[in-house]
Nanobody
Framework: VQLQASGGGLVQAGGFLRLSCAAS????????MGWLRQAPGKEREFVAG????????YYADSVKGRFTISRDNAKNTVYLQMNSLKPEDTAVYYC????????????????WGQGTQVTVSS
């Protein structure tokens, strides 16, 4: 599986962005997916996850109520709608396949795509 994230940019606090992650390969619809992020000087952290069918979603407490993860298996794409953005959301955002372990651990993810930079100004 190859993944390509896009949609990042510079936005003011309180604004919104929609990230997309396009996947190649025929197994996307059977894969649990996640969005993770890494801010400068910090470890990579889980942001949101979605089951292969899209029926189950999971969020970090820091983004719950502001971010929404979704997917379109017909388009091999997973999305992250980010509303009410805060400066602390500034990071490089990655999409990845969850292939083992719990949703909240970055170690559970493989096939990391190239990240997209999100910068939120105050």
């Amino acid at each position: 599986v190859q993944l390509q994230a896009s949609g990042g940019g510079l936005v003011q606090a309180g604004g919104f962005l929609r990230l997309s992650c396009a996947a190649s390969g025929r197994t996307f619809s059977r894969r649990d997916m996640g969005w993770l992020r890494q801010a400068p000087g910090k470890e990579r952290e889980f942001v949101a996850g979605i089951s292969s069918t899209g029926f189950s979603t999971y969020y970090a407490d820091s983004v719950k109520g502001r971010f929404t993860i979704s997917r379109d298996n017909a388009k091999n794409t997973v999305y992250l709608q980010m509303n009410s953005l805060k400066p602390e959301d500034t990071a490089v955002y990655y999409c990845a396949v969850r292939d083992r372990g719990g949703w909240g651990s970055p170690d559970s993810y493989a096939y990391w795509g190239q990240g997209t930079q999100v910068t939120v100004s105050s």
